[in-house]
C-alpha cells in the first residue's frame, strides 16, 4: 500500500500560477511512475501529466502543454505539477497517481484524496 498527500492547491487569479505537490509514503518511489489527473464537477476525469520513475520519460495533455511542467525529486519522494498562465477551465480537483511500474503508460493503482485548484477569471 502507498499514501499520497497533494498540496499546493488553492485561489489564483487567472494568468497565475501554482505549484501541486505530491508526497508518497512509499520507500520505493525511485522505481515507480506518477501521475496527474484532474476532475471538474459534471466532468470525466482527465489525464493531465506523467513522469515515469526515472524522469527520462514524461507526458503532457496537448490541451496545456504549454503551460503545465510535471517534474518529481525521488530522493523526497515528492513529484510536482508546475501550472503557469492558469485558466478558469484548469479548475478542478487535481489527484495524484502512482503506478506499480516504472513507465507512465498503464494503469495507476494508488490515488491520492485530492488538491482543488480555483482560478478567478
Known amino acids: 500500500q502507498v499514501q499520497l498527500v497533494e498540496s499546493g492547491g488553492g485561489l489564483v487569479q487567472a494568468g497565475g500560477s501554482l505549484r501541486l505537490s505530491c508526497v508518497a509514503s512509499r520507500r520505493t518511489f525511485s522505481r515507480n511512475a506518477m501521475g496527474w489527473f484532474r476532475q471538474s464537477p459534471g466532468k470525466e476525469r482527465e489525464f493531465v501529466a506523467a513522469?515515469?520513475?526515472?524522469?527520462?520519460?514524461?507526458y503532457v495533455a496537448a490541451s496545456v502543454k504549454e503551460r503545465l511542467t510535471i517534474s518529481r525529486d525521488n530522493g523526497k519522494a515528492t513529484m510536482y505539477l508546475q501550472m503557469n498562465r492558469l485558466k478558469p477551465v484548469d479548475e478542478a480537483d487535481y489527484y495524484c497517481?502512482?503506478?506499480?511500474?516504472?513507465?507512465?503508460?498503464?494503469?495507476?493503482?494508488?490515488w491520492g484524496q485530492g488538491t482543488q485548484v480555483t482560478v478567478s477569471a
Open positions: 497517481a502512482y503506478r506499480d511500474g516504472s513507465t507512465w503508460r498503464g494503469i495507476f493503482e494508488y
Open positions: 513522469i515515469s520513475a526515472e524522469s527520462d520519460s514524461t
